[in-house]
């Protein structure tokens, strides 16, 4: 699968973006996904996920609360919708896929290395 991810921007504090990440091929649902983070000279990081149906989601404590996950199989397509955004939100967001059982995917879900596919990247900024 290949992932595109869009929808950075640079906005204020306190404001709000929704990232979208678009897959390509006909097997987008049998996919697990990530959102993750990296900011300049620090480690990648997770902040959200859904599993394959919709019905899991997992999010980091940092951003509970304000991020929200969510997927549309119809149109192979994986947003986080990011509001009361704060500067330490700015980084590159990442989308991730993995194909893998339930169990192992409830274990893994925020440990990057786990996830096969990747898309580019999209910026966000965050003034204050």
């Known amino acids: 699968v290949q992932l595109q991810a869009s929808g950075g921007g640079l906005v204020q504090a306190g404001g709000s973006l929704r990232l979208s990440c678009a897959a390509s091929g006909r097997t987008f649902s049998r996919y697990d996904m990530g959102w993750f983070r990296q900011a300049p000279g620090k480690e990648r990081e997770f902040v959200a996920a859904?599993?394959?149906?919709?019905?899991?989601?997992y999010s980091a404590d940092s951003v509970n609360g304000r991020f929200t996950i969510s997927r549309d199989n119809a149109k192979n397509t994986v947003y986080l919708q990011m509001n009361s955004l704060k500067p330490e939100d700015t980084a590159v967001y990442y989308c991730a896929a993995v194909v893998t059982t339930p169990w192992e995917w409830s274990r893994t879900y925020d440990k990057w290395a786990e996830y096969d596919y990747w898309g580019q990247g999209t910026q966000v900024t965050v003034s204050s």
């Open positions: 859904i599993s394959r149906s919709g019905d899991s989601t």
